[in-house]
């Protein structure tokens, strides 16, 4: 697998940051995504293999050009194998106090850049007869958190659609899994959208005491060369799945009475 090209989108920090640097020290060739230029060269700097580390700076909200940015993909080593989808934002706003266009933006990063993007892609997967889609969801993709409603929404949203891609691709030999942290030490609660769409430009508590990028990124990678279809990874957030699905109400009393925000 290790000839593998791997294209990480949302690379210029966090949990993509850190997968970027965990394959590249396994050896794979990677492409690395996000809106800025500088902080992607510098990560390439920063990798143990930086000849081996290809920028491509892009919006993946800019669902129009999905199409370009592959064809600009697929130039830079030949081909792609695996496409990370991992650029998002998240949320934290209640749903009386949050603005639609907040909403519409944390669907139009989350699910439907990560859709559009993957759409553009899979022509070349099915050619090929080999390809693996890895999308970093959330445990919030499989129940729900106060102040997360919009992130929640887009995050669910993901799983329903790659789950029916699995299905209809595997024939073609293309692959999913679907990556879902828990809380994990990034920026993500400091630049979540409160509900005018401002970033809350502070840090949570459950975020601050969450696991390291690169304990995440090590577990990913392991996922992803498994062909993992789902992976859950975090602390005792975790166990959330579990109750979800046998203890629903239990749950929902859990996270209430929480001070999680």
Not at 3 to 18: F, L, M, N, R
Not at 124 to 150: D, N
Not at 229 to 256: Q, S
């Amino acid at each position: 697998m290790k000839d593998d090209i791997v294209w990480i989108t949302g690379a210029s920090s966090g949990i993509g940051e850190a997968l970027h640097y965990e394959m590249n020290r396994l050896g794979y060739r990677t492409i690395i995504s996000s809106r800025r230029k500088e902080a992607l060269l510098h990560v390439r700097q920063n990798s143990a293999h930086p000849e081996k580390v290809a920028v491509l700076p892009m919006d993946i909200s800019m669902t129009d050009r999905s199409e370009n940015h592959v064809k600009e993909a697929l130039a830079l080593f030949g081909r792609v194998d695996i496409l990370v989808n991992n650029a998002g934002i998240s949320q934290r706003s209640l749903i009386s106090n949050t603005q639609f266009k907040v909403f519409k933006q944390l669907m139009d990063v989350n699910y439907l850049g990560t859709i559009s993007l993957s759409n553009a892609l899979l022509p070349y997967f099915v050619a090929q007869k080999k390809g693996h889609f890895v999308v970093v969801t959330s445990l919030m993709g499989k129940f729900g958190s106060p102040y997360r409603s919009g992130y929640c929404g887009s995050k669910h949203a993901l799983h329903g659609y790659f789950d029916v891609l699995r299905m209809e691709h595997e024939k073609d030999h293309v692959s999913v899994t679907l990556i879902c942290p828990g809380f994990v030490r990034t920026q993500v609660a400091m630049n979540a959208l409160t509900g005018d769409g401002s970033p809350q430009n502070a840090d949570d508590e459950a975020t601050a005491n969450g696991i390291s990028v690169s304990d995440c990124a090590k577990k990913m990678a392991r996922a992803i060369q498994r062909k993992k279809w789902e992976v859950h990874i975090g602390g005792r957030e975790t166990i959330g799945i579990y109750l979800k699905r046998f203890f629903p109400k239990l749950l929902h009393k859990l996270v209430v009475k929480s001070k999680v925000r």
